[in-house]
């Protein structure tokens, strides 16, 4: 990649992973650097990556980092995967204070109030902290396995691979779209109802480990992703193109931190 400059970076969330023609497979990764500047970091071909580059959510880590090019968003960054050092993680402790102080400022009350400040200063990575949870929303995926040609992508071999790269085994397509329907509080006293895309890393290896140690329809794989917590929500714009009039904030984490009510799943049509 091109020269860029060495950041402190805060890991926040991954997404479950995508096929490419390049990597094999890849990852977004959204984080905070020392500044407190939101980053969108990819590719990042996670699963790949060595054994002591494979940060967690919320450990601090140094890597290279450039402006993207092809991508106008101005939290987009490429980075430099060869250059990731792993420092600390930050602890849990005091009511999550040592992690909220460091996207405290990101928070927005509505996911329109979010996407207000998109078409004014163009910042397309947010939080929001829900209300409430109405529902966790199941759907059976309109494409449940993956395309020929992203087979193709996922199982391509490259001059350099490692055995453990080789050995690897191909990437799931998971068969389910999940989604939360929450509401929150604007500025005005008035509820506001969202339903957001899981696209999390997280969610992801929870349904696998799930329908592997319980069985594909049961109660533990949809009780599974039913928090009973308060949750933080970061949320992300898909569309890359500078400008756009865009609503489709997808849900890459939900943090908890604070005692809430459980949620019973939906499965939706």
Request: charged fraction near 25%; proline fraction near 5%; charge should be positive.
């Amino acid at each position: 990649m091109p020269s860029g400059t060495t950041e402190e970076l805060l890991i926040l969330a991954k997404t479950y992973p995508n096929p490419s023609t390049r990597y094999r497979e890849i990852s977004c990764v959204a984080a905070v650097n020392s500044s407190g500047l939101l980053r969108r970091l990819f590719p990042v071909p996670y699963r790949f990556l060595q054994g002591d580059q494979q940060f967690q959510k919320w450990e601090w880590i140094t890597a290279r980092v450039s402006k993207a090019r092809k991508d106008h968003r101005p939290e987009s960054y490429n980075i430099d995967v060869d250059s990731i050092q792993r420092r600390e993680v930050i602890p849990t402790t005091n009511g999550w204070s040592r992690r909220l102080k460091w996207i405290e400022s990101h928070f927005a009350d509505t996911p329109l109030n979010l996407e207000l400040k998109r078409q004014k200063s163009g910042v397309t990575l947010g939080c929001i902290r829900p209300s409430r949870i109405l529902e966790l929303q199941i759907k059976k995926s309109s494409q449940p396995d993956w395309t020929e040609t992203e087979r193709q992508k996922l199982i391509q071999d490259c001059l350099f691979d490692s055995s453990d790269v080789k050995g690897k085994a191909s990437l799931q397509k998971i068969p389910y779209d999940f989604y939360y329907l929450y509401a929150s509080m604007g500025t005005d006293g008035r509820q506001v109802e969202s339903r957001h895309k899981i696209t999390d890393w997280e969610a992801g290896a929870l349904f696998w480990n799930c329908r592997s140690r319980y069985g594909k329809e049961s109660d533990e794989v949809r009780n599974g992703f039913c928090f009973k917590k308060r949750l933080s929500v970061l949320v992300g714009n898909d569309s890359p193109i500078s400008g756009s009039v865009a609503d489709c904030w997808n849900l890459l984490s939900a943090k908890a931190y604070r005692p809430f009510a459980a949620v019973r799943p939906v499965f939706v049509k």
